[in-house]
C-alpha cells in the first residue's frame, strides 16, 4: 500500500475502548458510513447499512451488538449479522451480507483496503 494511499480507519487502542467505531465515507461513489469493531480479537469492517429498510444498524440505539454479543444486530427492527461474515440470520434476508470492508493492519493502525472508498471526516 503506497503511504500517500492509505486511509487509517483506527488504532487498535481505539478499537479496543469501544464495542465498536464508526468512519464516514464514501463508498462507491455513496456517502454512507463504516462500523469497525473486533471480534474474538480480529478487526472487522463493514458498510454501516443493513438491506432490510436501508438503515444504519445503530440508528436506533448506539449499539450494533446483540445481547449475546455473539451477533450483530441492526436497532431498527433486530435483524441479526454473524460478524464473522455480515450474513444476515433473520428470515426475511437470510443469506444477505453486509457489505464488508477489507482492513489492513501496519503498527497497530487499521487502515482500510478498498480502491473505491474514501475518508471524509
Ligand atoms: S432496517 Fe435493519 S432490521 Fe429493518
Redesign the pocket.
Known sequence: MAIDKLKPACTRRELSEASYLTRNIVFKKLPTSAIIFAFEGIAYAYVNH?M????PLNCEQDAIFDDTGQYLR?S????IFDPKTGECQSPVCKGQRLQALRLEEVDDTLYFAEKHLTLTD
Open positions: 443493513c432490510h429498510m436501508h438503515r441492526c431498527m427492527h433486530g435483524f
